[in-house]
């Protein structure tokens, strides 16, 4: 190790006709044949050759960078081991070092010592002297790795709060920190005054009126969501990309991917994770893998390091704060994240290994606003109990046929949790995950399409755990309807903005998908209470709530919408031929009333506790241990 | 294909010919598609017009005319009793008079033709050929009957054969959302025929044997699998089966009085006084001879024997269930077989039928057209309309309810105390049902108990009332208290309140 004193420009420097594979050859740290392995690796992927040697594994990335220095005649150093001087780093925007792998780290009288990861351009150095005009730049060599380590160091609070609030910064109203606007306030509260005035005054009218529109509503989810997955059947046979497509794929064209995984307290699932990101297909120097882990959960952090991963994977510790949740980590790895494109997993997700190179070609083959393509989800483990099969009826439904529907049909997609694929640049620009909203995946694909962005899908899948416990899945669900609620908060704040950017078609789908969801599930119970009182009382104390129109509409709901919504969960068994699974549609009611009490369960906490990210235990399934060619 | 290596699950292989046909079926769009069916229904609706022209009216489309002016009247469909089949009634409701029923079913017919003229054209068969097959089957009496004077059977017919092309895709192709839409239609048929409930239990039981499965993964089980294609194809119509049953529970009491009810069902099913046969051999030897009229039929399986034999189960379907019906005791009209028959006919000639059978096909049009043109009908109402159409004759039946509907129409609002079980033709034709007071309304049981205190008339039925006529069966033979006959036209009486004004003078015929 170098410190600060030993470190001198005037380092040796190694035959400038050697190549950097030469040189290491020369060193002894790789073998004549390993080098050739790695040259034929590169004459495929065109990708640089040191990024190729350490993600096979052939070289530590700190032997490289120390070859590397000696070739550029420069000297080496260990910022983990060094005194850094923060000063002159700060002067700098943060995301401008890590895109170009540069930190600043000390500064004397008459020079200012510069680590690097690259060879410095002449642009560089002469920004640089701009900065500090009467000082010698001294370079010297480090790792990437150490460059980011520095930058987390001397940036930590930026980061943090770029992370927690970038995207309140760039445009509070798309963010879900505030949870009511003062005009929604307003709203609100007109509306609930016109409520209780309606209820005093003109109690039977209000009543059915109300009664009136919770019927509409739910016929209106019924309809929108028959036709949105008739309209994802049509197309069941038509695959988006081929697998011919995928196989005449030029693997040198291929561009860097950054694959972001944040883990909270998941140390059991980590060497999983590590065995499942193995066996992509996708060049292994082409990924960036960004393992995102809280300051506070050493015991993940602890079973990281034992799992010993390959070169390829960063560790990115992210540092303790609130709001304590996905997005926010997930900001961070954005943070940075050099990938063209860049895709987050769960910890225990098993994504198909050509879904990278999918993805590639679904944004190759996509128009231009394309900023986002979403793979099915689907789980690995759906017949563990009654649960998991119906999370997976739902779970294909949604995946297979919805989407895909939405897709055709040009509206906006709300996001699964994992395996959306971004165009990184993009995603920066639309500020990141909203890490405020819990349901930041669903947000995001809302944002983009409201910022006249367009959301995909492609066919491929990501087997993830289903939630094999009532009440894990229950605070899971509450979750997400929480967080559904919060984006239809969020996004209509301004519904004339709305409205003119989305265009009316993307609106009525959101309002249909994000807002219907939560709305039917909260109002269902009151239908099903009207309508156990009606059968086990044989009652007609109620017949006034139901004028002629409002009687048919609630017939149609209660025989034929459900009936339909049963029918269309028939079609998830098709495409993954789940054919066993076909008779747990009958039982959809009783899933139902789950949602509806985790519907009940997100409003409470919704005005509770609003930015409470209730985290999903993973690791309880036994398929989990079992090998996926086996499950 | 897309092999999951992780999972360990096979996707639904697309097979590329399975596409290229696909495509190849959808080669036509909405828009045409209406197009075509219009063009196709300008000589039903020519028919269509002559019959109404002529003062004809069919007690189907009279009885939904009449229930449909109710419904108007009221703004209550459960008040007159969700009235089975309601898709004919809510179509009717669209413009409530005679013609209307008529018309809708012209379009239908149109539609079903040139459904079948798409498919006749993909065959190798000369266009000639094609249209004198098309022709033939189309322009019999009874087929003609049921495409203008039946909306209900037309519909049914028509869904029908929308449910078969779809089922045909998703059995040869695997197409998933055909499937579906044939379930759909199917359940969708039951609204407009009680029967379809049948036709979709035996395409669902039907469909595992068509099925083209693809190669099975190891954890699969074909039963599994089977039970999933059975399940989707029937459960709609279970569902719609069901749920009208309940409909019936919550508002009548009665789950099954749309099929019980003698008006309800729309004169077939469960209609004894229509039925033909209750005995097994008796059934099968009729429905065997019907067959013999639609020789077109009867080619047909031959062509669907030789191309594609496993089929040839599907083919008899229709017969299979037309003469189970007959078997149970319930009706299924000559006309609604002969109209059936006709369309999986059309329907059913494979493809793959090549210009050699051309000829003889075109006999056997020429044969099927000969024989059902010179087929005695059993149903009266279809000779008579025979007669009208051949000879565009006003029958003195039709004149004179035409006559007594345009008197009656101008008493004042609730003047007149009948029962719309018997005297729905005469509603129908009156085009209003306001100078009725009838069954569907709340004053009718006190209006029938002292009809003096809420009417100035009671029209009944001396001869032929159906047994739920309550007005007639009450007053049939005697005037209520305070009424004397003002006037005996045909079956009818109509009794005029001793106090009430003499209003009869409107017409030599009907004092």
């Known amino acids: ?631 | 294909m897309a092999s999951v290596e992780s999972s360990g699950v096979l996707l639904r292989p697309p097979k590329i010919s399975d596409q290229a046909a696909l495509r190849r079926e959808r080669d036509v769009s909405l828009w045409q598609h209406l197009f075509f069916s219009l063009l196709l229904s300008l000589p039903f609706i020519g028919f269509s017009l002559i019959a109404s022209q002529a003062g004809f009216l069919s007690n189907q489309h009279a009885h939904l005319v009449a229930k449909v002016l109710q419904a108007i009247e009221y703004r209550r469909l459960e008040l007159i009793g969700f009235t089975y089949p309601p898709l004919p009634f809510l179509l009717t409701a669209l413009w409530a008079r005679p013609l209307m029923p008529s018309l809708i079913a012209s379009l239908a017919a149109g539609a079903t033709a040139w459904l079948l003229l798409r498919h006749l054209l993909r065959t190798s068969l000369s266009p000639l050929t094609v249209v004198l097959v098309l022709c033939a089957l189309a322009f019999t009496p009874a087929t003609l009957y049921i495409a203008t004077q039946s909306l209900t059977e037309m519909a049914t017919l028509l869904l029908f054969l929308l449910a078969w092309l779809a089922f045909l895709r998703f059995t040869r192709y695997g197409e998933t959302l055909s499937g579906f839409v044939s379930g759909l239609i199917l359940g969708f048929a039951f609204f407009f025929n009680a029967y379809a409930l049948f036709f979709s239990v035996a395409y669902a039981l039907g469909s595992p044997l068509f099925y083209a499965w693809r190669r099975l993964s190891p954890r699969e089980r074909k039963w599994q699998a089977d039970l999933t294609l059975v399940i989707v194809i029937g459960f709609p119509s279970l569902l719609a089966f069901l749920s009208w049953a309940y409909l019936n529970w919550v508002f009548t009491g009665d789950a099954w009085l749309f099929l019980t009810d003698p008006t309800a069902p729309l004169y077939t099913f469960f209609s004894p006084t229509e039925t033909t046969s209750l005995d097994l051999f008796s059934t099968l030897a009729y429905s065997l001879q019907e067959v013999t009229r639609a020789p077109l039929y009867l080619a047909g399986a031959v062509l669907v024997a030789v191309h594609m034999p496993k089929r040839l189960v599907a083919y008899f379907v229709s017969f299979g269930v037309i003469a189970v019906v007959r078997m149970l005791g319930w009706n299924y009209t000559e006309a609604m077989a002969i109209a059936t028959y006709s369309v999986v006919a059309g329907a059913g000639i494979p493809v793959r039928t090549s210009r050699a059978w051309d000829k003889p096909l075109l006999l056997v049009a020429i044969l099927h057209f000969l024989l059902n043109l010179n087929s005695p009908y059993q149903s009266n109402e279809l000779r008579v309309w025979e007669q009208v159409i051949l000879k565009q004759q006003v029958q003195t039946q039709d004149a004179l309810e035409t006559e007594i509907a345009q008197w009656l129409c101008k008493q004042p609002p609730q003047s007149i105390l009948a029962d719309d079980r018997a005297v729905y033709r005469l509603v129908a034709r009156c085009g209003d049902s306001r100078p009725f007071l009838l069954p569907a309304e709340g004053e009718f049981l006190m209006a029938l108990h002292a009809p003096a205190q809420f009417v100035n008339y009671v029209l009944v039925q001396r001869q032929g009332a159906p047994a739920l006529d309550q007005v007639s069966q009450r007053y049939a033979t005697a005037p209520p208290p305070g009424f004397r006959v003002g006037a005996n036209w045909d079956s009818w009486t109509l009794y005029r309140r001793i106090d009430a004004e003499a209003q009869l003078s409107g017409s030599g015929t009907l004092r």
């Not at chain 1, 052939?58 to 260990?78: I, N």
């Not at chain 1, 291929?254 to 694959?259: A, G, R």
């Not at chain 1, 120097?285 to 390091?305: C, G, N, P, R, V």
């Not at chain 1, 909203?434 to 910022?451: C, F, K, M, Q, S």
């Open chain 1, 1 to 631: 190790m170098s410190d600060t004193a030993s470190v001198s420009p005037s380092t040796p420097k190694l035959s400038s006709a050697l190549r950097l594979g030469e040189a290491l050859v020369q060193e002894g740290v790789l073998s004549p044949q390993e080098l050739q392995r790695a040259l034929e690796l590169q004459s495929r992927t065109s990708e640089r050759l040191g990024r190729i040697l350490t993600s096979l594994g052939l070289v530590k990335r700190q032997q490289l960078y120390r070859v590397l220095a000696k070739l550029w005649g420069m000297p080496f150093v260990d910022l983990l081991q060094t005194p850094l001087d923060y000063k002159i780093a700060r002067q700098f925007d943060p995301q401008e070092l890590v895109r170009e792998r540069f930190f600043p780290f000390a500064r004397g009288s008459s020079h200012l010592l510069v680590a690097t990861a690259e060879y410095p351009s002449p642009a560089l150095l002469e920004r640089l002297q701009a900065l500090v005009p009467n000082h010698r730049i001294e370079f010297y060599v480090t790792t990437e790795w150490d460059i980011d380590y520095a930058i987390r160091q001397c940036f930590r609070d930026q980061i943090l709060d770029r992370a927690a609030h970038g995207l309140y910064y760039r445009n509070p109203a798309e963010c879900a920190f505030t949870v009511l606007t003062f005009g929604q306030y307003l709203f609100l509260v007109f509306v609930l005054l016109i409520l209780i005035f309606g209820l005093y005054f003109a109690t039977r009218p209000t009543l059915i009126a109300l009664n009136f529109f919770i019927n509409l509503a739910f016929l209106g989810s019924i309809l929108f969501k028959f036709a949105v997955s008739l309209a994802g059947a049509k197309y069941e046979q038509i695959q988006p990309i081929t697998e011919e497509e995928v196989a005449s794929l030029n693997e040198e064209e291929l561009p860097t991917y950054t694959i972001l995984v944040p883990a909270y307290r998941e140390a059991k699932v980590i060497p999983l994770l590590l065995d499942n990101l193995r066996r992509l297909d996708y060049p292994a120097a082409k990924l960036e893998i960004l393992l995102l882990l809280e300051e506070d959960d050493q015991e993940t952090i602890q079973a990281a390091y034992a799992a010993k991963p390959p070169e390829q994977v960063t560790f990115v510790i992210i540092p303790k704060g609130q709001p304590q949740t996905k997005p926010k980590a997930c900001n961070v790895g954005l943070f940075f994240a050099r990938g063209e494109y860049l895709v987050i997993y769960d910890a225990e997700d098993r994504p198909e290994p050509d879904q990278l190179k999918k993805a590639v070609i679904a944004f190759r083959k996509g128009p231009p606003n394309l900023v986002c393509v979403q793979a099915a989800l689907n789980y690995f483990n759906h017949d563990e109990n009654f649960l998991t099969r119906m999370f997976t009826l739902e779970y294909s439904y949604w995946f297979d046929y919805m989407l895909p529907g939405l897709d055709r049909w040009r509206l906006p997609i709300p996001l699964g949790g994992t395996s959306n694929h971004f165009r990184t640049s993009v995603l920066r620009q639309l500020g990141g995950w909203d890490p405020y909203n819990v349901t930041e995946d669903a947000d995001l694909g809302i944002r983009a399409a409201a910022n006249g962005y367009r959301v995909g899908v492609i066919n491929s899948t990501t087997y993830e755990e289903a939630n094999s416990q009532l009440w894990n899945w229950i605070r899971q669900r509450s979750r997400w309807i929480k967080g559904y609620i919060q984006t239809v908060l969020v996004h209509s704040r301004n519904p004339l903005a709305l409205l003119k950017r989305a265009g009316l078609r993307n609106m009525l789908g959101f309002l249909m998908l994000i807002g219907g969801t939560p709305l039917t599930f909260l109002t269902a119970p009151v239908l099903w209470i009207f309508y156990l009182l009606f059968l086990l009382t044989g009652t007609r104390a109620l017949d006034f709530l139901f004028p002629p129109l409002t009687l048919y509409i609630s017939l149609f709901n209660l025989l034929f919408g459900n009936g339909l919504m049963i029918y269309l969960n028939m079609l998830a068994v098709f495409k993954r031929r789940y054919y066993h699974l076909l008779i747990y549609t009958f039982l959809n009611p009783i899933y139902w009333i789950l949602h509806s009490i985790a519907a009940y369960k997100a409003s409470w906490q919704l005005l509770t506790r609003p930015f409470y990210w209730e985290k999903t235990i993973h690791g309880l399934s036994r398929e989990l241990w079992r090998s996926p060619q086996t499950t």
